[in-house]
């Protein structure tokens, strides 16, 4: 007698092959987006790490480059280098603009200055200061330095702020900056002051640390402090201050310290405008504000 065989078919059903694809694509969506979280903590990361990085580095060289430096004796840099009838007024602010000179807009944002220690001296020009046109020209011996960004030249005789400062009768300066806030400034320190000798130097060094560094970064403030000066030995203490940040299109806001975006959107356009969105140029971008101090090591060099 035949026998007879039951067929049972086995399957998914159309609800659980929906529900099995839902799964999995909710489960791929949130792996992605964990995934991104995850590279843009780690790009922020790098960000803030080259920032604080490239700035305790900053700090050290300043430091060292003050520590080496001879002391500003401001009795004798004024007696010697300042127009009579200004050196009262060079005595009173103890030669500070021997030492650091800069220039801001109406909103008090920095455009470019000078620090000099007397071992070396620092040039820069900041982001709003490219902006305003406010562009700083060394001339040298050895060639001219152009664009500068954050140079480095070696100047014993401080030479760059001397040079800085407009010159009045015999050569003598008359205490007051030529910086340009509006306007290039061509610094001219291939002469001594008064004595007029070839100031012999090494080539400056341009973007020095900031653009040699794994990102990019810009100076966007540097501020010195009135300088202190004890009066037997002649040693002299300088601090400041110094903000640096990324080069992005990122909006910096330097009073704050802190990257912010500034995107909104155009009804009539119908399109995204400004800034940055958190998701792009915003992982790339860090600022800080780092300290220094330092004090001569005494003695001081003749112009």
């Known amino acids: 007698m035949p026998q007879k065989f039951s067929q049972s078919q086995a399957g998914f059903t159309v609800i659980e092959l929906m529900l099995s694809m839902a799964f999995v694509g909710v489960l791929v969506i949130t792996i992605a987006i964990i995934a991104t979280n995850i590279i843009t903590i780690y790009q922020k990361g790098i960000t803030v790490k080259t920032v604080s990085e490239v700035g305790r580095e900053m700090i050290r060289e300043i430091t060292d480059s003050i520590n080496a430096g001879p002391s500003v004796d401001s009795r004798s840099l004024c007696n010697a280098f300042v127009v009579d009838g200004k050196q009262e007024e060079c005595l009173e602010d103890n030669a500070n603009k021997f030492v650091y000179q800069e220039t801001r807009d109406a909103d008090g944002v920095q455009l470019n200055g000078i620090f000099c220690t007397g071992s070396f001296s620092y040039i820069w020009v900041t982001p709003d200061g490219e902006g305003a046109g406010a562009e700083i020209t060394l001339q040298y011996s050895g060639g001219t330095e152009q664009w500068i960004d954050f140079l480095k030249v070696r100047d014993p005789n401080y030479r760059v702020c001397s040079a800085a400062m407009a010159t009045g009768s015999g050569g003598k300066s008359t205490y007051e900056s030529r910086l340009n806030p509006g306007g290039t400034t061509t610094i001219d320190i291939t002469k001594l002051m008064i004595s007029g000798a070839t100031n012999y130097i090494p080539t400056p060094e341009n ?20 300088i202190a000066q004890d009066k037997v030995t002649l040693r002299t203490f300088m601090s400041g201050s110094f903000v640096i940040a990324t080069r992005t299109g990122a909006s910096i806001t330097v009073s704050d310290n802190y990257c912010k975006t500034d995107q909104y959107y155009d009804w009539e356009e119908h399109k995204v405008k400004g800034g940055i969105s958190l998701g792009s140029d915003f992982n790339y971008c860090a600022i800080n504000k780092f300290s220094f101090a330092g004090r001569t090591a005494g003695g001081r060099n003749e112009s």
């Open 207 to 226: 973007g020095f640390l900031l653009s040699k560094s794994e990102m990019p970064l810009k100076m966007y403030d540097l501020r010195v402090y009135p």
